[in-house]
């Protein structure tokens, strides 16, 4: 996905990774929003965050694939 998280030249990778709030939020399935947010299947699944931010350019939106209705 094209998103800057931040900068290697300023930052070790391994601060970045951990500590930028878009990774922080890509690792939590309880900050999925639409039904991959209220899915029972959050923690297993997830959703394609690369599909759900080309189709809305939102990361953390539903994968607009998923057939599943979450009940
Ligand atoms: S992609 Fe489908 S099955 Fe997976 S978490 Fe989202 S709604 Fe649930």
Do not use: W
């Not at 929003?33 to 394609?48: A, F, T, W």
Request: proline fraction near 7%.
């Amino acid at each position: 996905m094209p998103l800057t998280v931040g900068s290697v030249r300023a930052n070790q990778v391994v601060q970045v990774y951990r500590e930028s709030s878009i990774f922080k939020s890509l690792h939590n399935p309880n900050e999925f929003k639409g039904k991959c947010g209220r899915c029972e299947h959050r923690i297993i699944c997830g959703g394609s965050r690369a599909r759900a931010f080309a189709y809305t350019g939102d990361a953390l939106e539903s994968d607009p694939f998923c057939p599943y209705e979450p009940k």
